[in-house]
C-alpha cells in the first residue's frame, strides 16, 4: 500500500517556559526559575478528526495552540504538522482586518502571491464555505458575533489550510452564534479538515469529538475517547462536568 499516513499534528514532549520575572501568575508551577507553562505535553491529531482540548483558564490551551500553528516555538520537544495550519483567535474581532468579509479574506489570499482570478476564487469559495456570501460587500464591524468567528474561518480557509483550531468558539456567542459554529465545525470535518476545538465548554461541543484531550496546570491529564467521561474527574481539573448536570449521553453534548 502507498499513501502518506503521516498525522495532522504530532508533538513529542513539548514544554513552554518562561521567566518568573514575567509572569503574572505569580509562580504557582516554578521550576529552576521559570514557569512552567507546557509541561512534557506529547499528542497526536490524526488527519480528518475532530479533537476537542477541554482545561480551565490557564491551562495552556492558547499557548499549545500557538505552538502548533507556528507562532510560537516550544522551550524544548518537537512539534510535526502536515499541511497548513489555521488558527481562530479567542478574539475573533483582532483578526479581522478588511472592511468587508470579501476584502478581509483577500488579505490573506494576496499574501500568498496568488494572481487576482485565482484570489476572487478563493474568496468566493471561502466565504461560501462559512454561509457569508450574501454578506461579502456588508461592513464588517456589522457582523454578529458568529459571523465574525466564521469570517476568520474563510480567512484561514482561503490560505489552504488543511488543519482549523478554534480557540474559545463559543466566548460571548448567544445561542443562535453556538449553532452556527456548530454547523460550520461540521461542514469543515464532512470537507475533510483536521478540526482542533478548544474549550471548557464541554457540554455544547463534546458530541462532535472523535477524540478528547485535558489540560490541567500545562499537563495533559487525559488522552482518549469521550467515551471515557463519565469516570473522570473533571472537577478537580477545573471543568463543569457535562453529563453530571444533565444526565445527558455523550452524543447528545452539542448544541444543534
Ligand atoms: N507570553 C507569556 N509570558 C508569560 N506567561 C505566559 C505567556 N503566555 C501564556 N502564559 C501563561 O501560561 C499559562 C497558560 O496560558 P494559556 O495557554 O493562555 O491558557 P488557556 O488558553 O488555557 O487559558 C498561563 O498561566 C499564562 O499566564
Ligand atoms: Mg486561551
Not at 1 to 26: I, W, Y
Not at 57 to 67: A, D, F, T, W
Not at 87 to 115: C, H, R
Not at 150 to 165: C, K, P, Q
Request: aromatic share 4%; charged share 25%.
Amino acid at each position: 500500500m502507498t499513501g502518506d499516513f503521516r498525522p495532522a499534528v504530532a508533538l513529542n514532549e513539548v514544554c513552554k517556559r518562561f521567566p518568573l520575572a514575567n509572569h503574572s501568575g505569580q509562580g504557582e508551577r516554578p521550576r529552576d526559575g521559570r514557569f512552567v507553562a507546557l509541561d512534557r505535553v506529547s499528542l497526536t491529531v490524526s488527519r480528518g478528526e475532530c479533537l476537542v482540548v477541554g482545561g480551565a483558564n490557564g491551562s495552556g490551551k492558547s499557548l499549545l495552540m500557538l505552538i502548533i500553528a507556528g507562532l510560537e516555538d516550544p522551550s524544548s520537544g518537537t512539534v510535526e504538522t502536515h499541511g497548513t495550519v489555521g488558527l481562530v483567535f479567542q478574539e475573533a474581532d483582532t483578526q479581522i482586518l478588511g472592511e468587508t468579509p470579501a476584502e478581509d479574506v483577500a488579505f490573506g489570499a494576496k499574501n500568498l502571491g496568488l494572481s487576482k482570478n485565482e484570489t476572487r476564487r478563493r474568496v468566493d469559495d471561502a466565504l461560501d464555505a462559512v454561509g457569508l456570501t450574501g454578506k461579502a460587500n456588508f461592513p464588517a464591524r456589522t457582523l454578529s458575533g458568529g459571523e465574525k468567528r466564521r469570517l476568520s474561518v474563510a480567512g484561514i480557509l482561503a490560505m489552504d489550510a488543511s488543519t482549523v483550531i478554534l480557540d474559545e468558539p463559543y466566548a460571548n456567542l448567544d445561542y443562535h452564534g453556538v449553532l452556527q459554529v456548530n454547523r460550520l465545525a461540521e461542514s469543515l470535518l464532512q470537507s475533510g479538515k483536521t478540526l482542533i476545538l478548544l474549550t471548557h465548554e464541554l457540554e455544547k461541543c463534546l458530541g462532535l469529538a472523535d477524540h478528547f484531550v485535558v489540560l490541567h496546570r500545562g499537563q495533559k491529564v487525559f488522552d482518549g475517547k469521550t467515551a471515557a467521561l463519565p469516570g473522570l474527574p473533571l472537577e478537580r481539573w477545573g471543568i463543569r462536568n457535562p453529563l453530571e448536570a444533565r444526565g445527558a449521553l455523550i452524543g447528545d453534548l452539542v448544541w444543534r
